[in-house]
């Protein structure tokens, strides 16, 4: 029987100190019930600031991509208050709808006026997706982006929300997005949830990521929670397999 030691694991991603048999199934990810969905947020927050402080100490960048979401961007509210200098934090959007930045809609827009709403010494890097009106180019712009800073495209922090359909980023059920392997980033157009024009970081990239924090709260996500910890590959949080490091859920969405 063959064994992976991580370390790092075949396909580049680092959960640190695993040991995984190549024919068993992905090690089910850390679930974390809080009591509600403030709760949840500072969760969250306490995680992202933690490891912040620890890539200061240790000298070395830290590159996070955010969620869309109001639990995501509670947290980044609450992440906003941590003093200290960002300067060697790198902040990426996990998925974007395709409009402008200042539109309601962007995910951009939510995360200047949440999580970099405050004066800061020392500001992180936040990576905006470049022409967003057109998914396809802002897709291979984003991707090239992405590896020119890390050219084997591993995140140190990834954070996810999740729909009641149980998509995550810009993910959705059986659309094709679902079976991009290679690029890093990828469009997507005939989303089933508003705006349909969409760039998202692809599953290969979320699977790799040294850490990945799924945040979901509300009675609408039990379900799709549920079948995805059971397995059911029709949602696309399942997909992740064991690249979902740790889910933190409200009592609400406890599977």
């Not at 040294?210 to 059911?232: I, P, Q, Y």
């Amino acid at each position: 029987m063959k064994l992976v030691y991580c370390g790092r694991l075949a396909g580049g991603a680092c959960h640190a100190d695993r040991v995984v048999h190549a024919d068993l199934p992905a090690p089910a990810p850390r679930l974390t019930i809080l009591d509600d969905a403030e709760a949840v947020a500072r969760y969250a927050a306490d995680t992202v600031a933690g490891s912040i402080e620890a890539a200061r100490g240790e000298g070395r960048e830290l590159h996070v991509a955010l969620a869309g979401g109001s639990t995501p961007q509670r947290a980044y509210e609450l992440l906003s208050e941590v003093p200290g200098s960002w300067a060697h934090v790198h902040l990426w959007l996990g998925d974007e709808r395709c409009v402008p930045e200042d539109d309601p809609d962007a995910n951009v827009r939510m995360v200047r006026e949440s999580l970099l709403a405050g004066a800061r010494d020392g500001a992180p890097v936040l990576h905006p997706v470049p022409s967003p009106e057109v998914p396809e180019d802002a897709a291979w712009l984003y991707g090239l982006e992405v590896l020119s800073h890390m050219p084997e495209a591993v995140f140190d922090i990834v954070l996810l929300g999740m729909g009641p359909d149980g998509h995550t980023c810009s993910l959705f059920p059986g659309h094709p997005v679902l079976d991009v392997r290679e690029a890093p980033v990828a469009p997507v157009r005939d989303s089933p949830k508003p705006p349909p024009e969409r760039v998202t970081l692809t599953l290969p990239v979320l699977r790799d990521a040294r850490f990945t924090l799924l945040l979901a709260t509300g009675a609408e996500k039990r379900a799709a929670l549920a079948a995805a910890l059971a397995g059911d590959e029709s949602i696309p949080l399942a997909r992740l397999g064991g690249g979902l490091d740790e889910i933190a859920c409200d009592a609400a969405a406890a599977p």
